[in-house]
């Protein structure tokens, strides 16, 4: 079973609303991942969780905050997006530094 | 020097043709390479990984990898219209080993 799954598959928010993304995987993979991807661009990488630990922040503003509850969940936690920030967001996971499996996404738009 | 490097597109092959697509990467360090698939509104699917140099081939895609050049390419042999999407190479690079994405080409494959 290679599945990643994501929730909600889509998300229309206001400026002002908190709200969460979440994925999950069974694939007993330890590194987990969140990309942010508009339109006609490759997907751009935001954060990495490796064995449950923040590895990489890749600058990310801080409205956008990770978490990582145990070994299978990924969450996203949104608070005071920009509309620039409409994007779909990507869930992945891996087993070191092997092939990394997205999730479907959730399309995400800030009003 | 952009790390990662695909042909600028789109690219149109016809029913039954070979579609070529290459892409070249700038991390001499780099042991894992990726093809991933994405049709429009769609997450990215992984359809090859290869880690050493030579051909691999799975059913109608073949890759080739070549670290002295530092390239790697994608074959789609009998391209088929459902073979239409955007083709994303993928390299793990750099000191923190992050998975980087080429811009992606488009192929689209004319009945």
């Known amino acids: 079973d290679t599945e990643v799954t994501q929730t909600p598959k889509h998300l229309v928010m206001g400026m002002t609303n908190k709200k969460s993304l979440k994925c999950e995987q069974h694939m007993g993979h330890r590194a987990m991942y969140w990309y942010k991807q508009k339109a006609k661009k490759p997907p751009e990488l935001m954060f990495v969780y490796s064995y449950e630990k923040l590895s990489i922040n890749e600058s990310v503003p801080s409205r956008f905050s990770p978490e990582c509850p145990n070994s299978s969940l990924l969450n996203l936690h949104l608070h005071a997006l920009q509309p620039e920030d409409s994007a779909l967001y990507l869930c992945?996971?891996?087993?070191?530094?092997?092939?990394?499996?997205f999730g479907p996404g959730t399309r995400l738009t800030v009003l | 020097q952009k790390e990662v490097e695909q042909n600028s597109g789109p690219l149109s092959v016809p029913e039954g043709a070979i579609a070529s697509l290459n892409c070249t990467y700038s991390d001499r360090g780099s042991q894992s390479f990726f093809w991933y698939r994405q049709y429009s509104g769609k997450s990215p699917e992984l359809i090859m990984s290869i880690y050493s140099n030579g051909d691999k081939e799975d059913g109608r895609f073949t890759a080739q990898l070549n670290k002295a050049s530092q390239y790697v390419s994608l074959l789609i042999r009998d391209s088929q219209p459902s073979d239409s999407a955007t083709y994303l190479c993928?390299?793990?690079?750099?000191?923190?080993?992050?998975?980087?994405f080429g811009k992606g080409i488009t192929l689209s494959v004319r009945p």
């Open positions: 993928a390299v793990y690079t750099g000191a923190n080993s992050k998975l980087t």
């Open positions: 992945a996971s891996s087993q070191g530094l092997f092939e990394q499996f």
